[in-house]
């Protein structure tokens, strides 16, 4: 019985350290850039700074949430994808735990170019929602899960400054539809759908020129 014992607990601490040493196994980003300026270059900018509007910026995004993005991409377990896009699908499918830990650090360490200049008429409105939200129809201030700046917040909640404007507008319509339903608890979705096409508009035209 004793020996039994002895065993177990044997057993449960050489788990334990070995479980802690892989969650401390430090992301590589000098590796991450390699898959960047082999892969990711050619949408996102070798730096995360993209060319185009449809495809995010991942300069200065936050490290855990390009690693989930990345794994929600990725249909696993014989389960669909959490996150459905059919290019990202492809891009991240032959990514592994670790390419996608390191592809993140290394993202997530870039600077972000300064954003484009900002449609004024949107700014009051865009500001008000993002500030305070609206009491009224129950949405809740972003500042709040996004940061005052825009700059996120880690581990959950992603940088939506210097964003373009017209994918996060894209975002928040994906969110209302449910037709992303990647977000922890329905955050984004239960937010989404209180919010009409000229107040997101306006939100995502004010959160991509914050500071
Ligand atoms: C052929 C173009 C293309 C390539 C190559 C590509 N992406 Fe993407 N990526 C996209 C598009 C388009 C989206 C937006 C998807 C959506 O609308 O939901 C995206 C979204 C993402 C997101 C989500 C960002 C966010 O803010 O939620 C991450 C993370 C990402 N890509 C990482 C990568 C990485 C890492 C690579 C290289 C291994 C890569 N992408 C290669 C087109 C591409
Ligand atoms: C209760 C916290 C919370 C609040 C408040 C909140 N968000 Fe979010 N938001 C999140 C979380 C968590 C995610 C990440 C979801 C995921 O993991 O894919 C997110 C993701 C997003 C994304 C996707 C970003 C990307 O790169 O793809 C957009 C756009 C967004 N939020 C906009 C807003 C706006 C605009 C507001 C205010 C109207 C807002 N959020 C308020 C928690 C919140």
Not at 96 to 108: G, L, T
Request: charged content about 25%.
């Amino acid at each position: 019985m004793i020996r039994t014992a002895a065993m177990a607990i044997l057993l449960a601490t050489s788990f334990i350290t070995h479980a802690s040493e892989e969650a401390h196994a430090k992301a590589d980003p000098a590796k991450g850039k390699v898959i960047a300026e082999s892969i990711c270059v050619a949408c996102h900018g070798a730096d995360g700074n993209s060319p185009v509007s449809a495809n995010p910026n991942l300069a200065g995004q936050g490290e855990q949430y390009i690693y989930k993005q990345l794994k929600n991409f990725k249909a696993a377990d014989g389960k669909p994808a959490a996150r459905n896009n059919p290019i990202m699908a492809g891009m991240a499918a032959p990514l592994s735990d670790e390419d996608m830990k390191n592809v993140a650090a290394w993202f997530a360490s870039q600077k972000q170019k300064p954003a484009a200049a900002k449609d004024e008429k949107q700014i009051a409105l865009g500001q008000k929602i993002w500030r305070q939200g609206d009491f009224k129809k129950g949405v809740p201030a972003c500042a709040g899960c996004h940061g005052p700046a825009g700059a996120g917040l880690p581990a959950l909640y992603p940088r939506l400054s210097g964003q373009f404007p017209e994918y996060t507008e894209a975002q928040l319509k994906t969110f209302r539809t449910e037709e992303r339903a990647n977000d922890p608890e329905k955050m984004m979705r239960m937010i989404a759908a209180k919010l009409s096409d000229v107040e997101i508009k306006a939100v995502a035209e004010y959160a991509a020129g914050l500071r």
